[in-house]
């Protein structure tokens, strides 16, 4: 299977700047979106940014012009730069990725998440 394991959250005073990163490992054959997901207290699951294999990005309303999402293919890692954070951005962050990977000698759809990076913002 595929793992995904981020780093990179933190505490930060509004209007500073984090990156997050994420790296995917396993018997990975090809990985086709990934994207970066948060979560806060009491709300659903959202979508912040997602990026396809060719580098087509997509944003959330809220994070536009503020944040960026980018990706490393050899190194399997997708990255989110945060910037002008405001208190309303602390969440969990999950990423995710879909793709195939082996098995034996088939190759098999995955689709995972990350166990989570804890981002609060707050002076």
């Known amino acids: 299977q595929v793992q995904l394991v981020e780093s990179g959250g933190g505490l930060v005073q509004p209007g500073g700047s984090l990156r997050l990163s994420c790296a995917a490992s396993?018997?990975?054959?090809?990985?086709?979106?990934m994207g970066w997901y948060r979560q806060a207290p009491g709300k659903q699951r959202e979508v912040v940014a997602t990026?396809?294999?060719?580098?087509?990005?997509n944003y959330a309303d809220s994070v536009k012009g503020r944040f960026t999402i980018s990706r490393d293919n050899a190194k399997n890692t997708v990255y989110l730069q945060m910037n002008s954070l405001k208190p309303e951005d602390t969440a969990v962050y999950y990423c995710?990725?879909?793709?195939?990977?082996?098995?034996?000698?088939?190759?098999?759809?995955?689709?995972?998440w990350g166990q989570g990076t804890q981002v609060t913002v707050s002076s």
């Open positions: 396993g018997s990975i054959f090809s990985i086709n979106g």
């Open positions: 990026i396809t294999s060719g580098g087509s990005t």
């Open positions: 995710n990725a879909d793709g195939k990977y082996y098995s034996g000698t088939y190759l098999l759809p995955f689709g995972s």
